[in-house]
């Protein structure tokens, strides 16, 4: 997982981001507190610990691996967890069409 290990460093030197994003494309420039998310990562055996009491924004094309991914943050301790599953219309995401989840606690819920 690309970026995890910059975040895991900002935690060891005492920062906490306020705000985390996970992504499975490149959808926007990998940012600071940005990871992306490549083909041989699995939500539930990755370790997410740096991610504890952030708030976190998942973004992906998959709606299932988008779920599968705000799951793991939760576990791992986010304080609240956002995800969107965008669908591509050509080289984009339109914002049009997607699939919002809302993660707090043990809630999952499916909004369009």
């Known amino acids: 997982m690309k970026g995890l290990t910059q975040l895991i460093e900002t935690r060891r030197r005492g920062f906490k981001p306020a705000h985390v994003v996970i992504q499975d494309d490149d959808f926007d420039p990998l940012m600071p507190h940005w990871m992306q998310v490549e083909a041989r990562d699995i939500p539930e055996r990755t370790d997410l610990r ?47 069409c997607f699939d919002v989840l809302r993660l707090h606690g043990e809630d999952l819920c499916t909004t369009t």
């Open 50 to 96: 740096a991610v504890v009491g952030c708030w976190v924004t998942v973004n992906g094309r998959d709606v299932e691996q988008v779920k599968r991914w705000a799951t793991a943050a939760m576990a791992a301790g986010a304080s609240t967890v956002i995800a969107a599953a965008f669908h591509r219309v050509g080289s984009r995401a339109e914002p049009s």
